[in-house]
């Protein structure tokens, strides 16, 4: 079943994890890479609050160890969103995954795959608070994108 192939998974990582806090500083970006693997699969598994707890973690190692605008910590910042998307929390989707836009549009080239990629998580979290014109809009700009990168 999926969910065996998820649970040994998650002891994987959680091995990982541990093998990673003895070995490194506590504020190193491994031990924040872990963590987001780790929620990676909580939200695999369905358990978002858990996902979003691990991600939260992870964000919270990179703020310490990594400049702000780094791209990982937009990544993390995405990760946030999409949990809270999945928890039905839209403000703080949108919050998160606002954050995770402007830091990219910061350290990253305007048409990179990425920036899409946020606009696309935007688009799907109106979709999901039902108000379709901000979503076409958000789609649309992560389209656009995509047509230049081609």
Same mark, same amino acid.
């Given at each position: 079943?999926?969910?065996?192939?998820?649970?040994?998974?998650?002891?994987?990582?959680?091995?990982?994890?541990?093998?990673?806090?003895?070995?490194?500083?506590?504020?190193? @970006?491994?031990?924040?890479?872990?963590?987001?693997?780790?929620?990676?699969?909580?939200?695999?598994?369905?358990?978002?609050?858990?996902?979003?707890?691990?991600?939260?973690?992870?964000?919270?190692?990179?703020?310490?160890?990594?400049? @702000?605008? %780094?791209?990982?910590?937009?990544?993390? %910042?995405?990760?946030?969103?999409?949990?809270?998307?999945?928890?039905?929390?839209? @403000?703080?989707?949108?919050?998160?995954?606002?954050?995770?836009?402007?830091?990219?549009?910061?350290?990253?080239?305007?048409?990179? @795959?990425?920036?899409?990629?946020?606009?696309?998580?935007?688009?799907?979290?109106?979709?999901?608070?039902?108000?379709?014109?901000?979503?076409?809009?958000?789609?649309?700009?992560?389209?656009?994108?995509?047509?230049?990168?081609?």
């Amino acid at each position: 079943s999926d969910m065996g192939d998820y649970s040994k998974a998650l002891s994987s990582l959680e091995q990982a994890l541990k093998i990673r806090e003895h070995s490194l500083p506590p504020n190193h @970006p491994n031990v924040a890479s872990s963590y987001n693997n780790i929620g990676a699969a909580y939200s695999a598994m369905g358990d978002h609050p858990k996902a979003l707890t691990s991600h939260q973690q992870a964000l919270k190692i990179q703020l310490q160890s990594l400049p @702000p605008n %780094h791209p990982d910590v937009a990544s993390s %910042h995405d990760h946030i969103g999409i949990a809270y998307c999945n928890m039905g929390n839209y @403000p703080k989707a949108l919050s998160s995954l606002e954050q995770a836009l402007k830091i990219k549009l910061q350290s990253l080239p305007p048409n990179h @795959p990425s920036v899409a990629g946020s606009y696309n998580n935007i688009g799907a979290t109106y979709s999901d608070m039902g108000d379709y014109p901000k979503a076409l809009s958000s789609h649309e700009q992560a389209l656009k994108i995509q047509l230049q990168s081609l």
